[in-house]
Each structure stands twice: as C-alpha cells, then as structure tokens.
C-alpha cells in the first residue's frame, strides 16, 4: 500500500523560509515522478513544481520560480519542498503526489497517489 506523508509546514513571516519534507512508503520511489501542489483557501487545487524519476528534471510553476526547490533522496524515499522568499500568496495547504511514470506532468489527474496534505501559512 502507497504513502506519503508530508511534514515541515506551519506558520512563517513574509520573507522566511520552510522545507516541507515527503516521505513515500510502499512504491519503487525512483521510478516515479514526484510532485507538489497547493491548494490556496478558497482556490483549486494548483502545481507547485516537479521532480523526474531518475535523471533529476525539475519544473516550476512560474509563481514559483527562483524561491522554490524541489530536490529528492532516492535512497530515502523522500521528497523535498525548500520555500524561500515565502510570500502571504503562498498560504495554501501543500500536498507531495506521486505518477507511476518517471515523467514530469503538471496535470494534477496524472498522479496517482496523494499526501494528506500540509499547512503553511505566511502572515504579512
């Protein structure tokens, strides 16, 4: 049975940081694409950002783009969020999923397994 639980959101100033860790259980971890999505209050559900398999490519929703980096550990099973620069927009619940497919897609219908979802909050 696949797993993934998220952890590290909370509650930060404007301007601060936060890593958001995903850890996948029950899944050949390499051989998926892993990804995160927010969802803001009141908002759909949106992609974060990307990460491929094996060969490291990574996407960026371009509200995003040069705070935020995904990076994972294979060898932990383990997917990262490192969010810089954090903004009151970026308040969302943050979930990691995970497409049965080393590629990267945006679409949020492609994946497959979803996290239970992470608050981050980002006051003014």
């Known amino acids: 049975q696949v797993h993934l639980a998220e952890s590290g959101g909370g509650l930060v100033q404007a301007g601060g940081s936060l890593r958001l860790s995903c850890a996948a259980s029950?899944?050949?971890?390499?051989?998926?694409?892993m990804a995160w999505f927010r969802q803001p209050p009141g908002k759909e559900r949106e992609f974060v950002t990307a990460i491929s398999g094996s060969n490291g490519n990574t996407h960026y929703a371009d509200s995003v783009k040069g705070r935020f980096t995904i990076s994972r550990d294979n060898a932990k099973s383990t997917v990262y969020l490192q969010m810089n620069s954090l903004k009151p927009d970026d308040t969302a619940v943050y979930y990691c999923?995970?497409?049965?497919?080393?590629?990267?897609?945006?679409?949020?219908?492609?994946?497959?397994?979803w996290g239970q979802g992470t608050q981050v909050t980002v006051s003014s």
């Open positions: 029950g899944l050949t971890f390499s051989a998926y694409a």
């Open positions: 999923a995970a497409r049965p497919s080393p590629l990267i897609v945006v679409d949020l219908g492609l994946y497959r397994y």
